[in-house]
């Protein structure tokens, strides 16, 4: 299985010995906040593999907010230069010749409040030095010039989310009314993870039980093994990606696209996963005889039991917080817990059918149940706050979170179809896809 196009998010760099000066000009908004749009270069310099190289480092990336456009090019060889939030792709001729892409015009651009990735791809089987440039808003106020590179790269977009629609898997990132992108089919479940440094990490389970990841919406999927039942994908800025399946009752975890496998149990009928950069790995199992055992900091490291009686369990984390754990007993009460795995539980809920979780260290903790009624309870900030009640007639829950964008929300109604809000429990669902039978998020 080939795997080109895996995403590396490479930091911008200096380029030894040149320096741009940059033009800024300045947007006055209604409020009187100025904005700047600016022109700064990304991936300058870097040098990327080929394309038939089968590594990660055949690509880089950057995220920028309010983008109006962007180009790219190699002395070397045809690059390529994408858009995935906005599905848009475009190639270079050949050797010094440039690609241009200009964005969308839609509540991103030149929006300072909202951003996706850049992505610059080798097009040849022989490594390549890329060059990029984008026009991009800054939301801060002044003007004047600046050095290249001076300055620090902006927040990355919000959330990903995953959609599976007549066997089909479609993606998108940042703003819920981007483009989807299309990513194969033949698909049943999917999982999908995200972090500022490493990018987009996405899981399909096919139809025929193979297990598949990629980085990013526009990778190339690499099948990580066949005769699985369930997959789950995790990815941190420190230790990158996590990856879970179970398979003929085994629990088997892996870091890195390329890792070694490890079993982690037999005996496991459901799987979650999470990581940190501070905490490492969490992992949790319910067992056949309805136990949550969950292990944290390492692959290799004793399980606890958690609690019996389990008929679902999460897992969830962040660096500030730590262990968000969460479970479903088979008599429909959830209980959940943060800070580690030996804190007291406390009850949440009960009649319910389902439950979801997310946490980041800003926002803190976000849970989801999902009622037997078909309704859906929400709140954030504490184990013990209120419930907002979101949506009614709905099928699943996924939730997720971050410092920058707060939670994300996605739900799956019994007609089949997928919503999502972001930022705020009061906010408007976006009608997202339809009809759909399984939708994730992650933020």
């Not at 600016?38 to 089968?54: K, M, Q």
């Not at 089909?168 to 993870?193: C, P």
Request: proline letters at 4%; hydrophobic letters at 35%.
């Amino acid at each position: 299985m080939s795997i080109l196009g895996m995403r590396s998010h490479v930091k911008l760099g200096a380029l030894a010995g040149l320096l741009l000066v940059i033009a800024l000009v300045a947007l006055i908004h209604t409020d009187n906040a100025a904005a700047e749009v600016r022109t700064d270069h990304f991936c300058w310099g870097v040098n990327l593999t080929g394309a038939d190289t089968h590594t990660q480092t055949d690509e880089c990336s950057q995220a920028f907010m309010g983008i109006k456009r962007a180009e790219a090019w190699s002395p070397q060889h045809s690059v390529c230069l994408s858009f995935p939030s906005q599905n848009l792709k475009k190639c270079s001729s050949g050797p010094g010749a440039k690609v241009e892409l200009s964005a969308l015009h839609n509540g991103c651009y030149e929006n300072p409040e909202c951003g996706f990735y850049i992505y610059i791809t080798n097009n040849a089987e022989s490594s390549s030095t890329v060059y990029g440039n984008v026009e991009w808003t800054h939301g801060g106020t002044g003007g004047g010039v600046i050095e290249s590179g001076g300055e620090s790269p902006p927040p990355p977009p919000a959330g990903v989310i995953a959609a599976i629609s007549n066997g089909t898997l479609y993606v998108k990132e940042g703003n819920l009314r981007n483009a989807w992108v299309e990513e194969g089919s033949g698909i049943k479940d999917v999982s999908v993870a995200t972090d500022p440094t490493n990018g987009i990490l996405i899981g399909a389970l096919t139809t025929t039980g193979h297990a598949l990841v990629k980085r990013g919406v526009f990778g190339a999927w690499v099948d990580e093994g066949s005769g699985v039942t369930s997959l789950k994908v995790a990815t941190d800025p420190t230790n990158g990606p996590l990856i879970g399946v179970l398979t003929n009752g085994h629990a088997l975890v892996k870091r890195g696209i390329y890792g070694e496998w490890i079993d982690e149990t037999s005996g496991a009928e459901e799987l979650s996963i999470a990581t940190d950069a501070t905490h490492g790995p969490l992992i949790a199992v319910r067992t056949s005889t309805g136990h949550a055992l969950v292990k944290t900091g390492s692959l290799t490291g004793a399980w606890v039991d958690e609690l019996g009686s389990a008929a679902k369990v999460r897992v969830t984390t962040d660096t500030s917080h730590g262990p968000l754990i969460g479970v479903l007993t088979t008599g429909g009460t959830v209980y959940v817990k943060t800070g580690g795995l030996y804190e007291s539980w406390v009850a949440e809920d009960s009649s319910d059918q389902n439950l979801a979780l997310a946490t980041d260290p800003t926002n803190g903790p976000i849970i989801g149940t999902l009622r037997n009624n078909g309704a859906v309870l929400v709140k954030e900030g504490s184990l013990t706050g209120a419930w907002v009640e979101e949506l009614g007639t709905v099928k699943s829950l996924s939730l997720g979170s971050d410092p920058n964008h707060g939670g994300l929300i996605g739900a799956l109604t019994t007609g089949g179809v997928a919503f999502a809000k972001e930022g705020n429990l009061f906010g408007e669902w976006v009608e997202e896809l339809a009809p759909t039978e399984k939708f994730e998020v992650a933020g």
